[in-house]
């Protein structure tokens, strides 16, 4: 019935996705009470959809549901809440609460940072989505933040320096650096943030080329199958 319901969402049928993703939430609930991880992915599902439908309230709602089923279950320190917590994020940039978003960020980031270590992929690409959070205006720290993902990306490719996801982050560097340069000169002159044309441009430009994770993990899982042909 989920996957119903993702189709019905792919073909833009909202409501009837909705009532699909509504009653496997319910089955589940029934079936398996509301303290289990199912019930609980099945709302951060469910939220998504009302998300897109722009019923906001309920979203978050949901999501904090999910959150607290999980805490419960699994403990604090577990992947599915910090992947919660990059989906709120995602969630309130799309809305424009970008403080609400940088802080779901940072505790996502804190809590793969005690799981994994500082050097992982999933760490990069929190580092990147602040840094995206922030380049709505404070494009110095936007810079701190991809300069902190590229660090890692150096580690993650290491034996593949040339690798295209190294370059589009080298490419957001020099994006935000411009930027931060721009913004301060802006600042020094007349007081005022960046807001013209041009930069708005580049920062659509950059924003194209942010890393996602299933690009990064086809291209892994590429160069695995290729070394296990050459065996």
Do not use: W
Request: proline letters at 2%; charged letters at 20%; hydrophobic letters at 40%.
């Amino acid at each position: 019935m989920s996957k119903l319901g993702s189709i019905h969402l792919k073909y833009g049928d909202f409501t009837q996705a909705i009532n699909l993703q509504s009653r496997a939430a319910l089955i589940f609930r029934e079936l398996l009470g509301e303290v289990h991880p199912q019930v609980a992915f099945s709302y951060t599902s469910l939220a998504m959809y009302y998300h897109s439908v722009g019923n906001f309230e309920k979203a978050f709602n949901l999501m904090y549901r999910a959150l607290a089923i999980l805490e419960l279950v699994c403990g604090q320190d577990h992947p599915d809440i910090a992947q919660i917590y990059v989906n709120m994020g995602h969630m309130y940039a799309e809305i424009g609460q970008l403080q609400a978003c940088e802080d779901s960020y940072l505790k996502a980031l804190y809590r793969y940072i005690e799981m994994f270590n500082e050097n992982h992929l999933q760490v990069a690409l929190v580092y990147q989505f602040l840094g995206s959070a922030k380049s709505s205006g404070n494009f110095r720290k936007a810079l701190e933040y991809q300069e902190q993902c590229h660090k890692i990306l150096e580690v993650v490719f290491a034996d593949k320096q040339d690798h295209p996801i190294l370059a589009n982050s080298k490419l957001r560097i020099q994006q935000l650096t411009q930027l931060s340069v721009e913004q301060e000169k802006q600042k020094n002159n007349s007081g005022r943030e960046v807001g013209s044309n041009s930069v708005g441009k580049m920062m659509h430009a950059m924003n194209q080329n942010l890393i996602q994770l299933p690009e990064i993990k086809a291209r892994l899982e590429g160069k695995k199958d290729e070394a296990k042909s050459k065996e």
